[in-house]
């Protein structure tokens, strides 16, 4: 089992910027794959970021040049920059294990508005 921790998050204005953290436990080293999601009430969760355990990380086109994950064996970082009012959700941070498990946390609810 995998137990999936975020932190982080919470309100700004827009052009501001907000962390969020990420902590997984358990079968760590099963954890191909680290990353976020982000979901708007009624619509679907989208991909946000996401790191290989090798390193190789894919933004959405969305939040290309303004977010950068990194990574550090169980744990995940997402630094937003220059956040905007579409930015708003609740992210989840994920883990995929190899074999394809997935494991998301509780979500963490990010809010950009003036």
């Known amino acids: 089992q995998v137990q999936v921790v975020e932190s982080g998050g919470g309100s700004v204005h827009p052009g501001g910027s907000l962390k969020l953290s990420c902590a997984a436990s358990?079968?760590?080293?099963?954890?191909?794959?680290m990353g976020w999601d982000r979901q708007v009430p009624g619509k679907e969760r989208e991909l946000v970021a996401q790191?290989?355990?090798?390193?190789t990380t894919t933004y959405a086109d969305s939040v290309k040049g303004r977010f950068t994950l990194s990574r550090d064996k169980d744990t995940t970082s997402l630094q937003m920059n220059s956040l905007k009012p579409e930015d708003t959700a609740v992210y989840y941070c994920?883990?995929?294990?190899?074999?394809?498990?997935?494991?998301w946390g509780q979500g963490a609810q990010v809010t950009v508005s003036s």
């Open positions: 790191v290989t355990i090798g390193g």
């Open positions: 358990g079968r760590m080293f099963q954890m191909y794959v």
């Open positions: 994920y883990v995929v294990l190899y074999g394809g498990l997935k494991y």
